[in-house]
């Protein structure tokens, strides 16, 4: 994971401010807002959520908020049966395991692919801060 370029790019994008972004989730027409940084390397990007607004069914980062990046050669969750980035098939800040993941296989039919809370697809996101 030391040799992660996505993730050293987030973090180096939001090591002096948060990012925003807005959530759109399409088959529910809702829209929500967050905040969020990613922290070094050297902490295994740990994520850091901060200034959620909408409806709390819709934020599916903050369970994850202040938790290390899992991938499967590094996990980093607190599931100690599983290691939740092999089982969900991509690396994320999972906890015990997830209720979003944006770095997973595009999967119809189950969670262990890319979603966010209770939406399989259907999701966009949007940078706020341009």
């Not at 409806?55 to 980062?61: C, K, R, V, Y």
């Not at 991938?71 to 049966?81: F, G, I, K, L, N």
Request: aromatic share 14%; proline share 2%; charged share 25%.
């Amino acid at each position: 994971m030391e040799d992660s370029p996505g993730l050293e790019t987030l973090h180096q994008l939001t090591k002096g401010d948060d990012i925003s972004l807005e959530i759109n989730k399409m088959s529910k027409g809702e829209k929500y807002h967050l905040s969020f940084r990613i922290g070094p390397g050297s902490d295994s990007y740990r994520l850091h959520v901060s200034g959620y607004s909408g409806d709390a069914a819709g934020d599916g980062l903050a369970f994850h908020n202040n938790f290390q990046f899992s991938t499967y050669d590094a996990d980093h969750d607190v599931w100690s049966r599983v290691n939740c980035a092999s089982y969900f098939e991509g690396g994320w800040w999972y906890r015990d395991c997830t209720l979003s993941n944006l770095d997973g296989n595009c999967n119809e039919t189950d969670r262990r692919g890319f979603w966010w809370n209770d939406i399989l697809h259907n999701v966009i996101i949007t940078d706020l801060d341009n």
